[in-house]
């Protein structure tokens, strides 16, 4: 079992930088793959990245590719998302979401991931 804490959000203007932490407590973090997920208001949650535990491979949106980079520290069981070049619709509540045996086809798909933490609000004024 493992617990999952985001932070780091908040209000930035476009153009501005974030970071995430995707903090995770239980017995082991060994063995989970993560994965950001954001969901705006009235829309659909969306993928944002994952970085995989099996091959350490990283899976990005088209939307957010070349801005933003997901790195892990196993010693620190935190997963991080460094979000730079902000824009307005980045706006969303950012969730985290991990999941044990993840195979690479379902890395954007949110009811593939056993695992959420209760998300943290990023806002991006234009």
């Known amino acids: 079992q493992v617990q999952l804490v985001e932070s780091g959000g908040g209000t930035v203007q476009a153009g501005g930088s974030l970071r995430l932490s995707c903090a995770a407590s239980?017995?082991?973090?060994?063995?989970?793959?993560v994965g950001w997920f954001r969901q705006a208001p009235g829309k659909e949650r969306e993928h944002v990245a994952t970085?995989?535990?099996?091959?350490?491979?990283?899976h990005y949106a088209d939307s957010v590719k070349g801005r933003f980079t997901i790195s892990r520290d196993n010693a620190r069981k935190t997963v991080y998302l460094q979000m730079n070049g902000l824009k307005p619709e980045d706006t969303a509540i950012y969730y985290c979401?991990?999941?044990?045996?993840?195979?690479?086809?379902?890395?954007?798909?949110?009811?593939?991931?056993?695992?959420w933490g209760q998300g943290t609000q990023v806002t991006v004024s234009s």
């Open positions: 979401a991990a999941d044990r045996g993840l195979i690479t086809s379902s890395v954007g798909r949110g009811e593939m991931y056993d695992h």
């Open positions: 239980g017995r082991t973090f060994s063995g989970y793959s």
């Open positions: 970085i995989k535990w099996s091959d350490n491979s990283i």
